[in-house]
Nanobody, 122 residues
Framework: QVQLVESGGGLVQPGGSLRLSCAASGITFNINAMGWFRQAPGKQRELVATITTGGSTDYADLVKGRFAISRDNAKNTVYLQMNSLKPEDTAVYYC????????????????WGQGTQVTVSS
């Protein structure tokens, strides 16, 4: 069973930082590209950041320069370091993995889980 468990969310003031973690199990972690999505109330879920097996990263325009995705293959964990947080970053954040068919696993299986809530507010 593939399982992705997010943690690290919380309430932070604008300009603050949070580091999200996603622990993966049931997969061969180091052969999968990983990503972070987020969904704000009333909005579509959007892709925030991706990291390939080789460590190459890509970011949504709205978070470039502020967020950093990384992975620790030994720990089967992917991280999202979020700096200079803005109220617009408030959302539920989900991690995900790409299958060998280049599909996002959670989307393909229609199962996103609980995610971790990030609230940016003064």
């Amino acid at each position: 069973q593939v399982q992705l468990v997010e943690s690290g969310g919380g309430l932070v003031q604008p300009g603050g930082s949070l580091r999200l973690s996603c622990a993966a199990s049931g997969i061969t972690f180091n052969i999968n590209a990983m990503g972070w999505f987020r969904q704000a109330p009333g909005k579509q879920r959007e892709l925030v950041a991706t990291i390939t097996t080789g460590g190459s990263t890509d970011y949504a325009d709205l978070v470039k320069g502020r967020f950093a995705i990384s992975r620790d293959n030994a720990k089967n964990t992917v991280y999202l370091q979020m700096n200079s947080l803005k109220p617009e970053d408030t959302a539920v954040y989900y991690c995900n993995l790409k299958t060998r068919a280049s599909a996002w696993y959670r989307e393909a299986h229609d199962f996103w889980g609980q995610g971790t809530q990030v609230t940016v507010s003064s």
